[in-house]
């Protein structure tokens, strides 16, 4: 039988690494502050462009607890209104964060940030970015649940041509899969 090699299992879209569940926990681990470390995982569990994320912490009533309700603020934005649904593990960072003191950084510092603590974990800092959450969250949410695709592309703000595309058929490890369920249980549950 093959050994596979979970620790360098790489894997890119668009020069951005999807992190595998193990991935994900070493890059926590690598985070020096537990404060940012809260925050990266609020970001990751809601699958939110960066942009959202700031607006999320300018407006904490847009959590009810369970979902994220993302509308817009201004006439010109084209974003359409929409809930982001929320993991347990997803629900329990959001509510750190909100009730955290610090404030997200400016983009590019968060891009500095992330691009350093992948330096630390031992991952190559050129795959990493604010967006690297975001691809990460929504392959692992198809992978686990595919039968709920049509609900995760409204979630998360695309059509189901964009996540066939950039986040369905990834090559993730059984085991991976597997592990993925700890981060993805209650995640819209009927």
């Not at 630390?120 to 690297?132: E, I, M, S």
């Not at 592990?179 to 209650?186: A, L, R």
Request: with cysteine.
């Amino acid at each position: 039988m093959e050994e596979k090699n979970f620790k360098n299992h790489l894997i890119l879209k668009q020069g951005i690494q999807i992190l595998t569940p193990q991935q994900f926990e070493r890059y926590c681990d690598a985070i020096p502050k537990d404060r940012y470390r809260v925050m990266f995982q609020a970001l990751f569990f809601t699958g939110m462009r960066y942009s959202e994320f700031i607006r999320l912490w300018e407006h904490p009533k847009d959590f009810d607890g369970r979902t994220i309700h993302i509308q817009r603020h201004k006439k010109k934005q084209k974003i359409a209104d929409r809930y982001v649904h929320l993991s347990i593990p997803g629900m329990y960072a959001v509510h750190q964060f909100l009730n955290g003191a610090t404030s997200p950084p400016h983009p590019v510092t968060m891009m500095l940030n992330m691009k350093r603590w992948a330096k630390y974990a031992g991952f190559n800092p050129d795959y990493f970015g604010t967006r690297t959450t975001r691809k990460s969250w929504e392959s692992w949410l198809i992978s686990t649940m595919p039968e709920k695709m049509p609900l995760i592309c409204l979630s998360q703000g695309h059509t189901e041509s964009v996540s066939l595309k950039h986040y369905a058929n990834l090559p993730f490890y059984k085991e991976e899969k597997e592990k993925m369920n700890k981060y993805t249980v209650g995640w819209h549950d009927d």
